[in-house]
Structure formats: C-alpha cells, structure tokens
C-alpha cells in the first residue's frame, strides 16, 4: 500500500469521525456518566 495514500484516508476518517462525535456528543456523552 501507498503509506501517504493511507495517511490521508487516516486523515479522512478521522475528520468525519471528529464531525461525528460532535454531531451525537450531547447524546452520547451524557449516557456515560
């Protein structure tokens, strides 16, 4: 595999999932207590 290719589908990934927690933090977070 191309290591910077996975870098940026690592970087790709990690951007939506950033979103992602940010769109379900005040549902998600608050169940963990």
């Not at 910077?4 to 939506?16: D, E, Q, R, T, Y």
């Not at 940010?22 to 169940?31: R, V």
């Amino acid at each position: 595999d191309d290591p910077a290719h996975n870098l940026g589908v690592l970087k790709a990934i990690a951007a939506a999932w950033g979103q992602l927690a940010k769109w379900t933090s005040f549902g998600s977070f608050p169940l963990r207590r």
